[in-house]
């Protein structure tokens, strides 16, 4: 880092899951994956206000044939926290993902409320709810729902041809995740969740679209797979962020 008011924070994220074709789809059954860097980079402006970009391209794809552009994805989001009061800060920003179908960019809303000194509830509209628990001075560990979407790129090896297509998934995620500071410049994160709803679209690349929508039943949802998540950040304060 390059003053004690900043953080860098390098990382890498995998999520894999089953996708289970209805009879009558013309795709086989598929395993999905996500693959990628975080990259980001923290700053105070000012005593109260605390500003973050993080950058993290990744491979969205079945990983059947060789890679195009049209697999990878790059997604990121620019946040700022503004403290309020000791115990109440506001987020806004922006974010670029798939989570929405119709929009890769839209904005973002939220606060961090400390209830207690050891218990903090997090909201980040319309994405995300979290609340934390403080262990110790070093460990935190949190419980949490998110909105999470993506757009992989699929091929099929049908006797139809090969097609290749979009799967563009919607899904809710529950997870469990903790955050370690090993010591004054260097804390490790990670976390492990699964869907518990969801739904799909298929937009087949060719002439004629061929378009499916629907809900995951509660048997699909247990085959949909998990999120394995680890970053480590690195900085250099030794105190608390404004959200931390």
Same mark, same amino acid.
């Given at each position: 880092?390059?003053?004690?008011?900043?953080? &860098?924070?390098?990382?890498?994220?995998?999520?894999?899951?089953?996708?289970?074709?209805? *009879?009558?789809?013309? /795709?086989?059954?598929?395993?999905?994956?996500?693959?990628?860097?975080?990259?980001?980079?923290?700053?105070?402006?000012?005593?109260?206000?605390?500003?973050? $970009?993080?950058? +993290?391209?990744?491979?969205?794809? =079945?990983? =059947?044939?060789? #890679?195009?552009?049209?697999?990878?994805?790059?997604?990121?989001?620019?946040? !700022?926290?503004?403290?309020?009061?000791?115990?109440?800060?506001?987020? #806004?920003?922006?974010? +670029?993902?798939?989570?929405?179908?119709?929009?890769?960019?839209?904005?973002? !809303?939220?606060?961090?409320?400390? @209830?207690? *000194?050891?218990?903090?509830?997090?909201? #980040?509209?319309?994405?995300?709810?979290?609340?934390?628990?403080?262990?110790?001075?070093?460990?935190?560990?949190?419980?949490?729902?998110?909105?999470?979407?993506?757009?992989?790129?699929?091929?099929?090896?049908?006797?139809?041809?090969?097609?290749?297509?979009?799967?563009?998934?919607?899904?809710?995620?529950?997870? #469990?995740?903790?955050?370690?500071? &090993?010591? =004054?410049?260097?804390?490790?994160? $990670?976390?492990?969740?699964?869907?518990? +709803?969801?739904?799909?679209?298929?937009?087949? +690349?060719?002439? /004629?679209?061929?378009?499916?929508?629907?809900?995951?039943?509660?048997?699909? @949802?247990?085959?949909?797979?998990?999120?394995?998540?680890?970053? !480590?950040?690195?900085?250099?304060?030794?105190?608390?962020?404004? !959200?931390?």
């Amino acid at each position: 880092a390059t003053d004690p008011d900043s953080m &860098v924070q390098l990382g890498g994220f995998f999520e894999g899951r089953r996708f289970e074709n209805e *009879p009558g789809f013309p /795709v086989e059954d598929k395993n999905l994956y996500e693959a990628g860097v975080h990259i980001g980079y923290s700053q105070f402006i000012s005593d109260d206000t605390y500003v973050e $970009g993080m950058f +993290s391209p990744g491979v969205y794809s =079945d990983l =059947d044939g060789n #890679l195009t552009h049209d697999d990878w994805k790059w997604h990121g989001h620019l946040l !700022a926290t503004h403290r309020s009061r000791d115990d109440l800060y506001f987020k #806004l920003g922006l974010e +670029s993902s798939h989570v929405f179908k119709d929009t890769s960019l839209y904005p973002v !809303a939220g606060l961090a409320w400390i @209830i207690e *000194p050891n218990w903090r509830l997090d909201v #980040l509209a319309p994405r995300e709810i979290e609340l934390s628990y403080l262990m110790d001075s070093a460990t935190t560990l949190s419980l949490g729902l998110a909105l999470d979407g993506q757009r992989y790129r699929v091929r099929s090896s049908l006797a139809t041809g090969k097609i290749e297509s979009d799967y563009i998934t919607q899904e809710l995620n529950l997870y #469990l995740g903790g955050i370690h500071r &090993v010591d =004054d410049h260097l804390s490790l994160f $990670g976390r492990v969740g699964a869907a518990v +709803s969801g739904r799909m679209l298929r937009l087949a +690349s060719h002439s /004629v679209d061929f378009i499916k929508d629907g809900s995951f039943t509660k048997q699909d @949802i247990s085959q949909t797979g998990g999120i394995v998540e680890i970053t !480590a950040l690195s900085d250099g304060s030794t105190g608390e962020y404004l !959200a931390p």
